[in-house]
Each structure stands twice: as C-alpha cells, then as structure tokens.
C-alpha cells in the first residue's frame, strides 16, 4: 500500500497492521462510485443523512477527548475539532441535503441505521471504558481514512457529480486537519511512552482499536449502498 499519505508515524504502522481491512475501506465499491460518478444519486443521499447523524456522536466522542485528554494542547485540539465537525462539516450535508430537497428537520429525524449505531457506540465505548489513546485509536481510521480517500479520488477522478464531496476531503484544508490529527497521535504516544512506544504491550491494543473501526468503515460503505 505505498499511496499512503504521509499523516505521521502511528498512522503507516496501524494502516499496515489493518491488513485487508484497510484497502476494503478505502477502495470500496461506494468510494469508486464517488470517484467514476457510477454511484446512484439515491445512495449517496442515504449516506449524507446517515453520516449526519454519524457526526452528531462523532462530535460527542471527540468532546470525550477534551475530558481525556492530559494536557491542554490536546484538550484544545479536541475542542477545535468538535467545532468543525459541528459548525462546518454538518452544515456542508444541510446544504448538500436541501438542495436535493431535504429539508433540515427531516435531516435531523433520519432514523440511524444498525450498522451506523454499530459505529458511533463502538468508538463512543472506547472513550468511555479506555484512555485518550483508545479513543484517538478508534476515531483515527474515520478522519485520516477519508483524507487518504479524498487526495487519492482528487488525483484520481475525473468528470462525476461527487466532485464537491472529492474536493472537500480532497482540499488542502481537511488535509492539513489530518496532518495535524496524525501528529496529535505521534505526539500523545511519545508523551505517554517516550520514542519506542511501538514495542510496548500497549500498542497492540491500539492496533486492534484501530482495525475494529476500520472494519466498520467498511460495513458503513455497504450500509450506504443499501438505501
């Protein structure tokens, strides 16, 4: 997997460590319909309303991170993420929703699906029953997943209707948010652990933490494709 975008250290060992699991996500049959424009305008908008809701608990678990966290760096670059994920990123599905017609409280009533519940409660409970570093584990594939996903459908795609969606994970703004993610999680295991963090009994954890919410990415995919 050598398109791997450079978003630190923890990153490229738990992306590898995934196995399979990784290139399922991110070169799913809904990821290659966004790219070549093949992916039904129905589908796409089943998944806007189910990742709205996906984001209302990934917010939830992202302000779990400020009560987690150490230190004040890290308790503000949590904040500073539930921010964006709450006045920026939903309000792109509000605006992309109602111009399909969707209003915002129907948005906001979508019933959430098994497998997105599934999602949100897995990484929820690594906040809640771990550390700081299981729930970054588990909230790593979705934000650094879709980065990998964007830059490589931004080079990749041509002409489709998905090219907003493309150029915002894509876009050198979400981009950076993952450079700056990937360096939060170098950074919170080194404090924690010094530089040989990657031979402790501890990171395998991680690692699994990390392979768990990628398997769900991908069951979110197929979710996706089954409006």
């Not at 990484?123 to 570093?133: F, I, Q």
Request: charge should be negative; charged fraction near 25%; aromatic fraction near 12%.
């Amino acid at each position: 997997m050598s398109d791997a975008p450079n978003y630190g250290r923890a990153f490229a060992l738990l992306r590898e460590a995934a196995g399979e699991a990784w290139p399922a996500y991110t070169r799913h049959a809904f990821v290659e319909g966004l790219k070549n424009g093949s992916l039904p305008r129905e589908a796409f908008l089943h998944y806007l309303r189910q990742d709205y809701v996906f984001l209302i608990h990934f917010s939830r678990a992202w302000a779990l991170a400020i009560v987690k966290a150490e230190t004040l760096p890290e308790m503000q670059a949590a904040a500073e993420t539930v921010r964006v994920l709450l006045l920026e990123e939903m309000q792109l599905h509000v605006h992309a929703c109602a111009e399909a017609g969707i209003p915002e409280a129907d948005l906001a009533a979508t019933p959430e699906r098994p497998e997105n519940m599934a999602y949100t409660r897995y990484v929820l409970e690594a906040g809640y029953s771990g550390d700081y570093l299981d729930l970054l584990a588990a909230l790593a594939p979705c934000v650094l997943g879709y980065g990998e996903i964007g830059a490589r459908l931004l080079s990749e795609a041509g002409e489709t209707p998905y090219r907003d969606w493309i150029e915002t994970y894509g876009g050198k703004d979400y981009q950076d948010a993952c450079i700056a993610a990937g360096g939060l999680l170098d950074g919170a295991l080194e404090r924690r652990f010094g530089a040989d963090w990657a031979a402790l009994p501890r990171w395998q954890g991680l690692v699994k933490r990390f392979a768990d919410a990628t398997r769900l990415e991908v069951g979110f995919w197929e979710m996706g494709l089954k409006p």
